[in-house]
């Protein structure tokens, strides 16, 4: 679904109607009340039972509200079920008026003692008397209507009672927590969370406080004085109460930051999801992961990274828009909400923001630390339609950040490898590795000279279904999904099969292959390759590898070993798309390269654009300053050719010289060019006609 017109003024009455809810709660109880009062003092009814049941009450009462104030917590649901018990007696036996003013009396005094939620109070309390008008009336349809002066007196406090006592316990259920959970709902609907988890238990104890309600009645027809003993299994129960919604609270919540977990998220995305679907709007999650979290762990201790991990939490908080929520999914992962957001833009906007804020240094007892941190955003309805499905694609969006050091990234399906199509292309793919089916076709390296410097094996696939499947889409899969070293291996064994056969031919000419970051961090690399060189026979300075600056990003150190066990075995080493990546001049200096690539989005526009231009010129003085034989990419034609020899470049590769070919072409290419080299058109065109030019007059050439 996709944002629309149509759906806003729906959206904008539900705002109106729900947030109007409390208000019409406390309108319609103070009507009630207001009745009831009139009511009883019209008939001179007196408005609470005197003597010691009035007394003993009142001091029930009292103790009451001195537990819940000496608690210092929120009710349960809004309500305590020890003053709904009471309130339930006084019901039975007094009838709704004397009942509603001790629910009145524990909310008013409880609210009282707690300044700062006055407003709830209020609230909460015309919910319980709204429940106990529903009880009463409940005990009106059966034939029930006690007051202060006529209580209620059934023959034996039995089970014949029974009827009465269940009819009027779960009307006051049904209507007080009702409307409580209806006042306390987000705009989407739905329970909150938080509920979830404990609305059976807490259930089943609310009935538990209501089934005492007969006991206290009967206590106090028999013996008044012994109603304040009642406190002790009221409050018991009531901490009950408490201990069943801390409970919930805590599989909700992360016991480290306090910050809701990973349910908690899941549940309160479905609410959100919701609401911005009836609305026509968006709503975006943000997963953010703390860049080399785990160095700190390991050098500080696990002690040290639960108190960075605290203050990661409490910036978090600082630092969230108006309506956004956080959570912590484990370990230094973190998500952020925005339960409506206006564009793509906007909620990668927000992203930023965050990363920022939790990029800036924080002290730790006395050191100085910057996290940097990543960020994934993926927004419904264009990326997902469900909670699950959106925090897997904001997962992807983070990783694919933390691959990029880009900071933050919006989630893109064509950069996804777990989509079933993806999926389904990845099986694919390694079907066509087991059965050979994936080819290498080979483009030409030449010199200024004409002399054919090597070549590059460049792998191509054709799928049965699908056609041609474009290089950079399927070997984004293979480094996503963990198949780029048996992709690596099948690439390096045709190609060094082939050079085999070539040299058996006489074609002696060198192969270069692309190896992944991945393969130049895998252990024991350097030695596999060596051992296929031996086992085709094939010289190490036939093979030449080449790799790109993202193998420096990791770790630099083992691409290095890993590089220099390569050159120590003789295999040479090329560096790829050079002014890409991320590489500084120091870790260019450390890798044992002998030759140079320069990307083909610098050559490109080498005739046209001076910028282009001196970032070539420059790369080519840094390149053999550090006595490096530089390639340009990428050449098209002979006025960038023409630049490039000029600038002193020692060979080129691309459309110009030709196109990558099968191996039978590449062959039937290498031996028309063995012995006089490679030569432009325009070059072979002058060639021919100043030949013709010398020819006697008349001569034919056959």
Not at 115 to 141: C, K, N
Not at 196 to 224: D, E, F, K, N, T
Not at 378 to 406: C, I, N, T, W
Request: glycine share 8%; with cysteine.
């Amino acid at each position: 679904m996709k944002p629309t017109d149509s759906a806003a003024p729906a959206s904008r009455l539900r705002r109106l109607v729900v947030p109007a809810l409390p208000a019409a709660i406390v309108m319609a109880a103070g009507v009630v009340l207001a009745a009831g009062v009139l009511h009883s003092l019209g008939d001179g009814e007196p408005l609470f039972p005197a003597g010691a049941i009035g007394w003993s009450l009142a001091v029930l009462t009292g103790v009451i509200v001195g537990h819940l104030v000496a608690l210092g917590r929120d009710r349960w649901w809004g309500g305590t079920g020890s003053g709904a018990a009471l309130a339930l007696a006084v019901l039975l036996l007094y009838g709704w008026v004397p009942a509603i003013l001790v629910s009145l009396s524990v909310v008013v005094l409880v609210g009282a003692a707690r300044r700062q939620r006055w407003r709830q109070a209020v609230v909460h309390g015309a919910v319980d008397l709204l429940g106990i008008g529903a009880a009463a009336l409940g005990l009106v349809v059966c034939g029930v209507q006690p007051s202060v002066r006529r209580p209620w007196a059934p023959d034996a406090w039995d089970l014949s009672v029974l009827p009465e006592v269940l009819v009027m316990a779960g009307s006051y259920l049904l209507v007080s927590r009702g409307l409580l959970w209806c006042s306390r709902l987000p705009l989407g609907g739905g329970l909150p969370a938080v509920a979830r988890p404990a609305v059976v238990r807490q259930a089943l104890v609310g009935i538990a406080l209501v089934g005492i309600s007969p006991l206290i009645a009967v206590c106090a027809v028999g013996a008044p004085l012994l109603l304040p003993l009642f406190a002790v299994p009221l409050i018991a129960l009531d901490s009950t109460l408490w201990i069943a919604r801390a409970r919930a609270e805590e599989q909700l919540r992360d016991p480290l930051t306090g910050l809701p977990n990973r349910q908690w998220l899941l549940e309160r995305t479905w609410t959100a999801l919701d609401e911005a679907e009836r609305a026509g709007t968006r709503a975006a999650l943000v997963l953010i992961d703390l860049d080399r979290f785990r160095s700190v762990n390991d050098t500080l201790g696990h002690l040290a990274g639960d108190r960075l991990l605290l203050q990661i939490a409490d910036r978090l908080r600082h630092a969230l828009p108006r309506g956004a929520e956080a959570a912590r999914l484990g370990g230094d992962e973190f998500a952020v909400l925005l339960p409506a957001t206006d564009s793509l833009t906007s909620s990668q906007r927000v992203a930023r923001n965050l990363v920022a804020a939790l990029s800036s240094p924080l002290d730790l007892d006395g050191l100085t630390l910057v996290l940097e941190a990543s960020a994934g955003v993926a927004v419904f309805p264009e990326h997902a339609l469900d909670a699950e499905g959106l925090l897997r694609r904001a997962d992807v969006a983070m990783y694919q950040a933390k691959r990029d050091r880009s900071g933050v990234e919006l989630y893109e399906a064509k950069r996804d490898g777990n989509t079933p199509d993806r999926l389904g292309l990845l099986g694919d793919l390694r079907r066509a590795l087991d059965a050979g089916d994936v080819e290498l076709h080979y483009q030409p390296k030449v010199r200024f000279d004409g002399h054919v410097s090597g070549l590059e094996a460049l792998v191509r696939w054709v799928h049965p279904d699908r056609g041609r499947v474009p290089p950079d889409e399927f070997i984004a899969i293979a480094e996503s999904s963990g198949l780029m070293p048996r992709l690596t291996e099948y690439v390096l064994e045709t190609a060094l099969a082939q050079v085999a056969r070539w040299r058996a031919m006489g074609l002696e000419v060198p192969v270069a292959v692309n190896v992944s970051p991945r393969d130049v961090h895998s252990p024991g690399f350097a030695g596999a390759v060596a051992a296929r060189l031996a086992r085709h026979r094939v010289p190490p300075g036939a093979l030449q590898l080449e790799i790109t600056e993202h193998v420096l990003l990791e770790d630099p150190q083992r691409a290095a070993d890993t590089l220099a066990g390569l050159t120590a075995h003789g295999v040479k080493m090329s560096l790829d798309d050079f002014g890409t990546g991320y590489s500084s001049l120091v870790h260019l200096r450390r890798l044992p390269v002998s030759e140079l690539k320069i990307d083909r989005s610098f050559v490109a526009r080498l005739a046209v654009d001076t910028e282009d231009a001196e970032i070539v010129r420059c790369t080519l003085d840094l390149a053999h300053s550090l006595g490096l034989l530089v390639v340009a990419e990428g050449v098209e034609d002979d006025e960038t050719w023409e630049r490039l020899r000029d600038l002193g470049c020692d060979a080129v590769q691309g459309w110009l010289v030709a196109a990558a070919m099968p191996p039978d072409e590449t062959t039937a290419w290498l031996r028309a060019r063995g012995e006089h080299g490679w030569r432009r058109a325009s070059e072979t065109s002058a060639l021919t006609a100043e030949k013709a030019a010398e020819r006697p007059s008349g001569q034919v050439l056959n």
